[in-house]
């Protein structure tokens, strides 16, 4: 379900319109009609990154920053 309001109801409502978009809602936000932003539930948030968590899985040639070769046109 999607519901929209005007900026001044979001400002005054706004605790009152993130427990609706906890549960799965849509807040669209209008000025003058037109809608201008969307409230909406995020997806699943990544877990955090651990630094060196691929150590030893990337395998960069002694080479790789030699001059390439000329190509044959």
């Known amino acids: 379900m999607e ?7 979001a400002k005054t409502h706004l605790s009152k319109l993130l427990k609706r ?16 932003a969307v409230l909406s539930p995020i997806g699943e948030v990544p877990d955090n990154r651990i630094p060196g968590m691929d150590a030893g899985k990337l395998v960069i040639s002694p080479d790789f920053d030699a ?7």
């Open 3 to 9: 519901k929209t309001v005007n900026i001044h109801e």
């Open 21 to 36: 978009v906890m549960s799965g809602e849509r807040i669209v936000i209008a000025k003058a009609g037109k809608p201008i």
């Open 67 to 73: 001059p390439l070769p000329e190509f044959d046109l």
